[in-house]
């Protein structure tokens, strides 16, 4: 989910499970401090968590594993969507995805990059869905807001869905993880769509939409949203960048 660090799993994670074993445990346990009883299942319990699932970091700073690839939640949520809303597909769909992102957060990019796609070529281009962007830039992406503000200067030249993929792009030609950009970057993406440039710089130096960025994190903090990508399917609540088959799975349990 967001401010997320998706642990890689590897040979050496899985060993590093097996080599904490129950024999450990009167070693550990020889120490005297209090802590020390904590040290080991604390340890197996992250070990367990970095092989079964995916850590993720809110902006509260809690951590939730996502057990068996998914963390699903099946109450519904109401969220208000507007005409100023960026929409992709049939608005008049029986299957409305809103998604809260952040532009710099790495899993958000890693859902663009994966399920996304998926989601575009089988529901939405074929107006069984239509997908809703709205933003929720995590205090610590420092570039995360700037980035949201920027997207609704290009809206406001009709290329939100342009930009909104070439700042994905562009970080993933740099590396995985969180990418550092900034202001730099950002004008010389805006100018690589083609906007007209004197337009979108003023719009971008005047924070115009800072309160429009704002008001989609306001509304998504009320609908329970702590970290990034959250996705309400229909109101039914998905946290993490899962797999198409999860959202898959969803839709068209929606869908019959």
Known sequence: MDSEIKPEITDDSREAVAEITAADVPKLNETKPVYAQFILPGAILLAALIV????????????????????????????KISSSDHILGNQKAKITIVEFSDFQCPFC?????????????????????????????????????????????????????????????????????????????????????????????????SGKYAQRVSDDMAQGSKAGVGGTPTTFINGQKIVGALSFASFKAVIDGLLK
Not at 55 to 70: F, W
Not at 157 to 179: M, P, R, Y
């Open 109 to 205: 990019r890693s859902f663009w990059n994966g399920a996304f796609q998926e989601i575009k070529t089988n529901y939405i281009d074929t107006g069984k869905a239509k997908f809703v962007y709205k933003h929720f830039p995590l205090s610590f992406h420092s570039a995360a807001q700037p980035a949201a503000e920027a997207s609704e200067c290009a809206n406001d030249q009709s290329k939100f869905w342009e930009f909104h993929d070439k700042i994905f792009e562009e970080q993933a030609k740099l590396g995985q993880g969180t990418i550092q950009f900034g202001k730099p970057e950002i004008i010389k993406w805006a100018a690589a769509i083609k906007l007209n440039m004197p337009q979108f710089n003023e719009c971008f130096n």
């Open 52 to 79: 079964s699932g995916t850590l993720l970091y809110t902006r509260g700073g809690d951590v939730t594993a996502q057990i068996s690839g998914s963390v699903v939640k099946s109450e519904k949520t109401e969220i």
